[in-house]
């Protein structure tokens, strides 16, 4: 089956500097790619929508120039959370599709700000 | 706009089946999906439902969707304690170019 890879893992980071995560589609071409964020013990709040070779559309109240995100190819997206905070500390997920196909998801990543 | 609810907690005896419910409003969802999430991992696809079935069946797992309630349930036979974790609904209006919108998650709770 589809399979999305997501990196890091789990990443820790100190108050004020940048984390890019990785998502990448594996054996299909992701034309959409959907970034999710997860407080403990929340539901999945969606943050932002980027098809591939456009701008994404963030969610409202979502701030686009601290998260930004890139999808330049049909197998890679990247978030990256720009000067965090330790409110941005968070499980961030990714959720590549493709028209007819589904949703595949990664497997996560659990960043910390210190 | 789109709403999902489930409840938010279930405890069942290891060997007994697990219903987990939820509704949703958007008439228009074509796909509902179930998914299972154990702590600190993502996703896992459990089972969908096209809007047009009223059942499906997979091993374990049975999907039962009344499309005039606006209701979807999970049923888990057998249930074992490796099915402890959080189970979200999921809605869609189509299959990928949409984003899905998911319940609160139930967490399952399996009782040795």
């Known amino acids: 089956g589809a399979v999305v890879s997501q990196h890091p893992s789990r990443v820790i980071c100190k108050s004020g500097t940048s984390v890019k995560i990785e998502c990448r589609s594996l054996d299909f071409q992701a034309t959409t790619m959907f970034w999710y964020r997860q407080f403990p013990k929340q539901s999945l709040m969606l943050m932002a929508t980027s098809n591939e070779g456009s701008k994404a559309t963030y969610e409202q109240g979502v701030e686009k120039d601290k998260f930004l995100i890139n999808h330049a190819s049909l197998t890679l997206s990247t978030l990256t959370v720009t000067s965090a905070h330790p409110e941005d500390s968070s499980f961030y997920i990714c959720?590549?599709?493709?028209?007819?196909?589904?949703?595949?998801f990664g497997s996560g990543t659990r960043l910390t700000v210190v | 706009g789109e709403d999902v609810e489930q409840s938010l907690f279930l405890s069942v005896r290891e060997g007994d089946s697990s219903v987990i419910n939820c509704t949703y409003t958007?008439?228009?969802?074509?796909?509902l999906y179930w998914y299972k999430q154990e702590p600190g991992a993502g996703l896992q696809l459990l089972t969908y439902i096209f809007s047009n079935m009223d059942m499906k069946q997979d091993q374990r797992l049975t999907v039962l969707l009344n499309k005039k309630d606006k209701h979807l349930s999970l049923r888990i036979a057998d249930t074992q304690t490796g099915d402890s974790a959080i189970y979200f609904c999921?809605?869609?209006?189509?299959?990928?170019?949409?984003?899905?919108?998911f319940g609160k998650g139930t967490r399952l709770s399996v009782i040795a």
């Open positions: 958007d008439s228009s969802s074509t796909y």
């Open positions: 999921a809605e869609s209006l189509n299959s990928g170019n949409t984003p899905l919108v």
């Open positions: 959720s590549a599709s493709r028209q007819g196909y589904g949703y595949t």
